[in-house]
């Protein structure tokens, strides 16, 4: 299988990675990629600031359609700071809870906010 290198800074055209808009942009060029039966090495060469919205849209939304072992094979990320790195593994351990099961996250988030 052949591999792609996404370069987010070349993508968004900053090296701010915070708006959801950019990180579509993102999405849909792994979501080609895969299409294409293409792995995807993406490049955060650059990038200095990481939001969980842009990382939600780019990466969180791939787990709706990919089984989770699908993407660890095909998706690998470099280049990323370590604060990048620790909300990455925020927004994918979140997207996993929430597309395994939709209902029940709304439902924690539902009673929370009744506190």
């Not at 950019?22 to 060029?29: H, I, M, T």
């Not at 299409?35 to 787990?63: C, H, P, R, W």
């Not at 990323?80 to 997207?95: M, P």
């Amino acid at each position: 299988m052949e591999n792609t290198t996404i370069n987010i800074v070349n993508t968004i055209g900053d090296v701010y990675g915070v708006e959801a808009e950019d990180g579509q942009k993102v999405f849909e060029l792994i979501i080609k990629a895969f299409t294409d039966k293409k792995k995807v090495i993406l490049s955060f060469q650059n990038i200095e600031m990481l939001t969980t919205a842009f990382l939600n849209t780019a990466i969180g939304q791939l787990y709706k359609d990919y089984q989770e072992e699908y993407i660890k094979v095909n998706l690998k990320v470099s280049d990323v700071s370590e604060s990048g790195k620790v909300a990455l593994k925020r927004v994918v351990d979140t997207a996993k809870l929430y597309y395994k099961d939709p209902e029940a996250l709304k439902r924690s988030i539902d009673e929370i906010s009744e506190d």
